[in-house]
């Protein structure tokens, strides 16, 4: 089968089994879908037929799901991430009028698509360009505005994996050290006889299904014990994500391959504070809440433990997403101080190993990549690097275009994989664009 | 009886009740319940007996509410009070040396006591004291800090009650129209026949036991309704707090005599939602956080339908807290603008029905004090009044020493007739020693 084809029944296989399990109705449209149209949670108190609520999982439910992301704070206990008095960066506006009507072609596709096109296409509810650190495009849809706060799903991990790497170039944490060194709770789990760069890389060799449409996969298995996820009536399961953690078992070997599995994500923020003593959200607001001109105080999502949910807990808003997307595109330099260290950055840009992703085999729109540091590394002309959340979350930094995109969407689909077609080669066209200027 | 003997056996009796009620253990004083020494939540995950958790009521256990208390976000879900742009207020400081020594006598006491001491009698967790706008006086103790986001408890009824007041002012909200004009669902309940005014000073004749320490009393039933408080397993009683208030039955005659009851403050949020269209939280951040120079984002817990606890709910720093009461006490213009109509607030200022307040017997501690607009007015040669939230959160506003006063604080006791004999006559003290400047 062609690389096309291979991408267009990924892609529609995806589609169609998230589209069955997440929701009972016909898919909308993102137009059908606008959620400002829908009025979900207006009234006071609002009518059955537009309550949207965590304990029933319509929080969880597309269309619903187009207001909900904008609006997780109010379903989950949190953690603030501060500020603080650092004064707001704020981004020079260089606006284009160019950009909407840029054309790519989808993967899998032989149509041109236009580049205002693709924001239906991937229900995207706000997405900001940056080039040369000006705003050069920004969208505000549905009901996300500047000032929302959008779960950022598993763009967390690029946070949490940017904080390890750090630790890891300060001499702070010693990638090559078992994680049972740092984490004795381990050593009877799929964890044992794993390396810290082998979580950092998610090239565990752990049992954990991460299939989002399947209600017992351990994803959602993980997600219950952290509260992140509704419980069933008279649920007996392990209470915390570090209660969850050591119950997870081993499936192949470990530094084999690429594996996506946000357990991953979750032992690293257990390691990071482990090796520092200093709690995640602690690290999260010390090194880049507090300084990186933020115009917001974010919000992490809890577990009872008080154990921020490190593999997609994040809630900020979409120019505080770019701005630490911008920060790694200088090279981890913001306002003359090194928040990142350079070698923590280069560690990131140069990506891991492209076999051991190849391996994997269920990434059909990123042929070529590589995972490094919880980043998804593309390799191509431009050295493009992305942090990747479900749904469509996504920041995408292209060095050679000096290019950022940070996007939230609200997709129906979880897996990238079905929105990737109409975004990934908008985001190369762009930048292709831009480098021209 | 005299007073003094009436106050000592109140505090005495109150002080027992809840002593008993909310703990089982022994007092401890300020100084053994230090939260930062006790290490709750430390650890990843922290160890059983220093787990504070919602759903078994510990975090509203002393003494964890120490800790609880100024942690209150990772327990709730809640609603972002966003800032903005405007820059932070940032007040001069002129700090005071003399103030820790000053004395005063407590009420129903004879033994004279220290500023200093009293912090501690109280529990106090932090204090800012303003004079002519600058900060004299400035404390953090336990696990508070200045960026902490500290629950405030019934404070926030004075933020939802300026909020009506203003609205009276500018026309948008008549306290003569009845409860029912603008939330018919309350036909048939105890709130009929009830004005918008007569809920706004608590004058209404609805029968709710607001005893803390009664697990079944009303208020607690709301709080569980609202999901502020935890539910015992089976719960089927009304879910949201706009579902449990039409379930008000009625006690009394209405605007016969002052009756604190919390519910009232959450009819008046839907009464202010109603009357404008706005919801409560986006008044908040319209008319406060985003005017204010606030440093912090705040927030607002919320129920399972998105309606925010108006009687309880907010979740601010120690200074931003500063902030509104300095607003109030400068007739509502903050740096030109007019935030709360000067009308809003001189209707506080004159302060509400004494004879109606002193009918009702229950505050021993505020002999010649009334309630107006969700204020506590004092009617002292200084004219101050508050703000005032269980286990001692409080606004002090001085007008005539040009003095606010902002405190958070986790005494073990709910009610402030337990708090106020060491807090009131402080403040009265100091209010004196600072006019005379």
Do not use: C
Not at 121 to 133: F, P, Q, R, S, W
Not at 179 to 201: H, K
Not at 216 to 233: E, K, L, T
Not at 321 to 345: D, Y
Request: aromatic share 10%; no cysteine.
């Amino acid at each position: 089968m062609a690389r096309k084809a291979v991408i267009a029944a990924a892609a529609l296989a995806v589609s169609a089994s998230g589209g069955q399990a997440q929701n009972d109705q016909k898919r909308l449209d993102a137009e059908a879908s606008d959620p400002a149209k829908l009025g979900w949670m207006e009234g006071t108190p609002p009518p059955a037929d537009k309550l949207i609520r965590f304990e029933d999982g319509s929080y969880f439910s597309f269309p619903r799901t187009r207001w909900s992301f904008s609006n997780w704070r109010q379903f989950f206990p949190s953690q603030p991430l501060h500020r603080g008095a650092t004064p707001v960066h704020v981004f020079p506006r260089a606006e284009r009028q160019d950009i909407d009507m840029l054309t790519f072609t989808p993967l899998g596709g032989d149509k041109p698509m236009s580049w205002k096109d693709a924001l239906g296409a991937n229900y995207t509810d706000a997405i900001v360009v940056l080039h040369k650190g000006r705003i050069v495009y920004e969208r505000y849809l549905g009901v996300t505005r500047p000032d929302s706060q959008h779960i950022a799903f598993s763009v967390t991990k690029s946070f949490i994996g940017t904080l390890a790497a750090s630790l890891a170039a300060e001499g702070r944490l010693d990638p090559e050290k078992l994680v049972t060194d740092y984490v004795p709770e381990l050593a009877n789990s799929g964890f044992a006889g794993a390396t810290v760069r082998q979580v950092m890389d998610m090239t565990t060799g752990i049992a954990f299904d991460e299939t989002y449409t399947n209600p017992n996969a351990d994803i959602i298995r993980h997600a219950r014990a952290g509260r992140a996820a509704p419980r069933p009536a008279g649920y007996d399961g392990p209470d915390g994500f570090l209660a969850f953690l050591p119950t997870i078992g081993k499936q192949g070997e470990h530094g084999e391959r690429f594996t996506y599995r946000s357990a991953n994500s979750d032992t690293l923020g257990w390691i990071v504070t482990r090796a520092t003593g200093v709690p995640v959200r602690d690290q999260l607001e010390q090194r880049f809440w507090s300084r990186l001109g933020m115009e917001q105080d974010a919000a992490i999502v809890v577990d009872a433990q008080g154990t921020p949910f490190a593999a997609g807990g994040l809630m900020l808003s979409l120019r505080d997403m770019a701005r630490f997307g911008e920060m790694m595109r200088l090279g981890g330099k913001w306002h003359g101080a090194q928040i990142v260290p350079a070698a923590a950055v280069a560690d990131v840009v140069k990506g891991g190993d492209k076999a051991g992703f190849a391996k994997n085999g269920a990434y059909p729109t990123l042929s070529g990549w590589s995972y490094r540091n919880q980043w998804w590394v593309s390799h191509n002309d431009h050295g493009a690097y992305m942090a990747r959340g479900i749904h469509g979350q996504a920041i995408y930094i292209d060095p050679k275009a000096e290019m950022v995109i940070a996007r939230f969407s609200s997709h129906p689909v979880a897996g990238n994989v079905t929105i990737d077609p109409t975004s990934i080669p908008a985001y190369e066209a762009l930048g292709r664009f831009l480098a021209r200027d």
